[in-house]
C-alpha cells in the first residue's frame, strides 16, 4: 500500500482549488484576452513533466499544467460573470497580450 | 532517458475531472429530483477510486485514480453547491423538477423589482441565463 496516489489526488484539489482563485485575479487585472498564455504555460508544464525523473514532481507538474489548461478556457466565462455583476469588474484599461494581432482571430475556448 | 508518464496521466486524469465534474454536476442537479443518490454514488466512486489509488503498484495509475477519485468527492460536494446556484439564480432552473419549483413559483410571484427569494440576483428570466450547460463556476 502506498500513499502516493491519494496524495495526488489531495494535490489535485488544491492546485485545482487555486485555480478558483487565479482565474478571477487573472480576469480582474490583465481580462480574458491571455486566455492563450495561459494555455501554453500550462501545456509547457505537463510537456516538462515528461522529462522530470520523480514520479512526485512529475505529477505536480502534471497536475499544475492540465490546472492552468483549464482555467485558461474559463477566463472568458468569468468575464461574462464579472459583466453581470457576479465578481468585480476591473474599471481600467486591460492590457493586450503578447501576440494578440495574431491570436485575435480565435475564439477563446469554453468547454 | 525514458519518459516519466506519471504527469502526463496526472494532467489528463486532471483535465477529464474536472472537465466531466463540470459537466456532471450540472447535468445531474438539473435533472435530479433528489440529490442524495447521486452524491452518495460519486462519493462511493470516489471512495473506491483513492483505495484503488493506494493499491496500486504503477505510479501513472496510482497518480490518475488517485486525482478522479478526488474529483468525485468533490463533485459529490459540489452538487448542493450548483443547487444553491440554482436558489440564487445564477443557475438554469428546471420547470420540469419538483426540487426546482418552488424558486421558480417564488420568482414568477414576486414583485417587480424585489429582491429574489435567496436574497441575491434574480436573473431577468426565472429559467436562468440558459440550458444547464450555462451558469456553474469553475
Known amino acids: 500500500m502506498s500513499l502516493f496516489g491519494p496524495l495526488m489526488g489531495f494535490a489535485a484539489l488544491v492546485l485545482i482549488g ?56 474559463e477566463l472568458k466565462a468569468q468575464a461574462d460573470r464579472a459583466k453581470l455583476g457576479w465578481y468585480p469588474s476591473n474599471p481600467r484599461p486591460k492590457p493586450n497580450p503578447p501576440l494578440w494581432q495574431l491570436f485575435s482571430r480565435f475564439r477563446p475556448p469554453q468547454l | 532517458m525514458s519518459a516519466q508518464w506519471t504527469g502526463l496521466a496526472a494532467a489528463a486524469a486532471t483535465f477529464a475531472g474536472v472537465w466531466a465534474g463540470h459537466a456532471g454536476v450540472r447535468t445531474i442537479e438539473f435533472r435530479a429530483a433528489r440529490l442524495w443518490p447521486a452524491a452518495s454514488l460519486l462519493a462511493a466512486g470516489g471512495l473506491g477510486l483513492e483505495a484503488l489509488a493506494a493499491i496500486a503498484g504503477s505510479a501513472p495509475v496510482a497518480a490518475a485514480a488517485g486525482i478522479l477519485g478526488m474529483t468525485l468527492l468533490f463533485d459529490a460536494l459540489e ?42 440576483a434574480a436573473p431577468a428570466d426565472p429559467l436562468g441565463p440558459a440550458g444547464p450547460g450555462e451558469g456553474k463556476s469553475e
Do not use: C, K, M
Open chain 2, 79 to 120: 452538487l448542493s453547491r450548483q443547487f444553491r446556484r440554482v436558489r440564487e439564480g445564477r443557475a438554469p432552473a428546471n420547470p420540469d423538477n419538483p426540487r426546482h419549483a418552488p424558486y421558480l413559483a417564488a420568482r414568477a410571484f414576486a414583485p417587480e423589482g424585489s429582491a429574489a427569494p435567496e436574497g441575491s
Open chain 1, 18 to 73: 487555486a485555480g478558483f482563485v487565479w482565474v478571477i485575479r487573472a480576469e480582474y487585472g490583465l481580462g480574458w484576452r491571455w486566455w492563450y498564455v495561459f494555455t501554453a504555460g500550462g501545456l509547457a508544464l505537463v510537456l516538462l513533466s515528461l522529462v522530470l525523473p520523480s514520479p512526485l514532481a512529475s505529477g505536480l507538474f502534471g497536475i499544475a499544467g492540465a490546472s492552468i489548461v483549464w482555467g485558461s478556457t
